[in-house]
């Protein structure tokens, strides 16, 4: 058994920037690669950003590239998601999500676990 937990959420203006927390809890060594994805009204889940199990590889989305960065704590088990110069088109709610394989997909079905979902309002 295993349980993300994620925080960070919240309300910025355009320009800001906002960290994201996802904390495994449980079953730890089930999660390897772990990803974020975010999800507008209306729209399906989108890839964002993936990590390697150690952290040695990273992966972005071109729209966010340079101005989101992964990075990952495994002594805290948590993995974060730093996000500058917020866009409106950032609105979104944020997820993270896990797999047991050592491998940074960017599709959702590949990914068995998820957070509960940070949400992210940006205003102009």
């Known amino acids: 058994q295993v349980t993300l937990v994620e925080s960070g959420g919240g309300l910025v203006q355009a320009g800001e920037s906002l960290r994201l927390s996802c904390t495994v809890s449980?079953?730890?060594?089930?999660?390897?690669?772990m990803a974020w994805f975010r999800q507008a009204p209306g729209k399906e889940r989108e890839f964002v950003s993936g990590?390697?199990?150690?952290?040695?590889?990273?992966d972005y989305a071109d729209s966010v590239r340079g101005r989101f960065f992964v990075s990952r704590d495994n002594a805290k088990y948590t993995a974060y998601l730093q996000i500058d110069s917020l866009k409106l088109e950032g609105t979104a709610v944020y997820y993270c999500?896990?797999?047991?394989?050592?491998?940074?997909?960017?599709?959702?079905?590949?990914?068995?676990?998820w957070g509960q979902g940070n949400q992210v309002n940006v205003s102009s």
């Open positions: 990590i390697s199990g150690h952290g040695s590889y990273t």
């Open positions: 999500g896990g797999q047991g394989r050592d491998y940074t997909s960017r599709s959702e079905k590949d990914y068995r676990t």
């Open positions: 449980g079953y730890t060594d089930s999660v390897a690669a």
